[in-house]
């Protein structure tokens, strides 16, 4: 393993941590994670909660692991158990984090304010395992398949667009997902790289 990558995976996952120290740790950050959540539930409408609901899922392990048989398919299982690999240890290490800060989901610390607009998950909120997933198996599938710019920035959109539906539809706050991501990107710069 490169230093860079691990200095790379160091810095990732303090950021992560730090996001979670501030928006948990702190009044300044509870308020501005509660905020932001606000912000992003102010206006809902059919067309993006159709968008977001349709979408949400693709950060499941179980969406990875129907990736990862699609490339496998495409003759490229080697890659595919690389990437497959890191997000269900992305996955792992989440649910570990979350049993740990047990941070109750939006739903459930406003019972009266917040309704979950989709089947509410089990599991507490911090860190988001959904952005954490697909980051990891996205950044490692697009490396292992050595793609270029612009697959590259495709995948990251779709990241970020499952992120902001996890916020979207109720389910966790903004920190729980840009730390989940953060998170997801970690384990992804350390992981071993592959050699065809």
């Known amino acids: 393993m490169r230093l860079g990558s691990v200095l790379k995976g160091g810095a990732l996952a303090a950021a992560s941590a730090g996001v979670g120290y501030f928006a948990l740790g ?40 129907a990736a990862a048989g699609m490339l496998a398919a495409l003759g490229r299982p080697r890659h595919a158990a690389r990437a497959f690999a890191a997000a269900g240890t992305t996955w792992v290490l989440g649910q570990e984090v979350k049993k740990l800060v047990d941070r109750p989901r939006p739903y459930d610390a406003d019972p009266e304010g917040i309704r979950a607009m989709i089947a509410p998950p089990r599991g507490t909120s911090w860190p988001s395992s959904h952005p954490a997933v697909l980051s990891t198996f996205t950044t490692v599938a697009a490396r292992e398949l050595r793609a270029g710019p612009t697959a590259r920035a495709g995948l990251n959109a779709l990241s970020l667009a499952v992120a902001a539906s996890r916020v979207y539809l109720r389910v966790h706050y903004p920190s729980d997902v840009v730390s989940g991501m953060l998170m997801g990107r970690a384990i992804a710069a350390v992981w071993p790289r592959g050699r065809g």
């Open 26 to 65: 702190s009044d300044v950050g509870r308020k501005a994670d509660a905020d932001l959540f606000e912000a992003m539930n102010g206006r809902h409408g059919p067309a993006a909660d159709r968008a977001f609901d349709a979408i949400t899922e693709l950060g499941s392990i179980y969406a990875a692991g």
